[in-house]
């Protein structure tokens, strides 16, 4: 089986194609990297999908696929991929995503003239579970994040994490979007600038509180943060992995008793939750997440109508009449 750097120079994707597939494939990636300006994590996420088609064909078909294997295939080829891929385990929204990267690069392929084949769009996306965001309530937002500082092991990683959390929780940050910022990004004034998918730039409102939280942080870190270098700190000085914080969560959640949803991405959902409750207008909150779409923001009504009815069942008498 032949394999290809992925985009970390490690040699581990599996790429079954003929030479022509293989230069095609390349000149894909190259499009997604420089045009579409994609992140390395999703072009990652793309090329395997891709790759793992390509795999599946060469054993569905016997042999190498190259552009004209690509051009004969049926509805039934991809449905049998499809199948292969949830009978591996895979979860719908994942086999969704890897449908919609196929669909994605046969579009690419009949807009610049390398083939056409329709056959893709006639299979029927799995449709995903139905999930609303678990959000946590008001109060148990601040007392995660104080207990997160609480359990440090050194008081300047419990500011860290303050500071971190606060960020998230206080402008709605991704966890990504946050340790993506360097020391010269800090927010000192009402607002800062994110980057985030897709290299999409938004501004959000900046908190006295997490000014004042990513401040202290900033006075205890042993390390010089300067300009082009990340913000968050590892204990060794390195960037802060993700890990690092999601461990840190967990620690503080068992300690408070919190459930499981109670994660770093809970405290973005809860920034949406607490404005929509509080009134705030859907399509601005839209912006301040970044969502592409309003679609993905409506989620969080449900969260709100269903609070509204727990406290009208609460509080209305007639409500708790038998």
């Not at 985009?7 to 095609?24: E, M, Q, S, Y």
């Not at 989620?299 to 509080?315: G, H, K, Q, V």
Request: aromatic residues 6%; contains cysteine.
């Amino acid at each position: 089986m032949a394999r290809r750097r992925d985009l970390n120079g490690r040699d581990d994707i599996p790429f079954c194609a003929a030479p022509d597939l293989g230069a095609l494939v390349a000149d894909w990636r190259r499009w997604l990297v420089h045009e579409r300006r994609l992140s390395p994590h999703t072009v990652g996420a793309y090329e395997r999908d891709l790759g793992s088609f390509i795999a599946f064909l060469a054993t569905h078909l016997g042999t190498a696929p190259g552009v004209a294997e690509l051009a004969r295939l049926r509805p039934a080829d991809f449905r049998a991929w499809l199948a292969r891929r949830a009978g591996d385990g895979l979860r719908r929204t994942s086999i969704a995503r890897a449908l919609s990267t196929l669909r994605g690069f046969f579009g690419w392929c009949e807009r610049n003239g390398h083939l056409t084949n329709h056959a893709v769009r006639s299979v029927r996306t799995p449709r995903p579970p139905h999930s609303v965001p678990r959000p946590l309530r008001a109060e148990d937002a601040a007392e995660i994040v104080a207990a997160t500082g609480e359990q440090a092991s050194l008081p300047w990683v419990g500011l860290r994490d303050v500071a971190l959390f606060t960020l998230l929780y206080g402008c709605g940050l991704r966890i990504s979007e946050a340790l993506a910022l360097t020391a010269a990004q800090a927010p000192a004034t009402d607002t800062l600038v994110v980057t985030g998918k897709g290299g999409k730039q938004r501004m959000v409102p900046v908190l006295p509180v997490v000014r004042d939280a990513v401040a202290a942080y900033a006075d205890a870190c042993p390390y010089n943060l300067s300009a082009e270098q990340p913000l968050f700190r590892g204990a060794r000085g390195g960037a802060l992995n993700p890990a690092v914080a999601q461990r840190a969560m967990r620690a503080a959640r068992g300690w408070l008793g919190l459930p499981d949803t109670a994660t770093p991405h809970a405290l973005r959902h809860s920034f949406a939750t607490h404005l929509l409750a509080g009134g705030g207008d859907l399509r601005a909150i839209q912006e301040l997440l970044g969502h592409a779409s309003l679609t993905s923001t409506q989620r969080y009504t449900e969260i709100a109508d269903t609070a509204l009815l727990a406290a009208y069942r609460d509080a209305h008498p007639r409500a708790r009449a038998k």
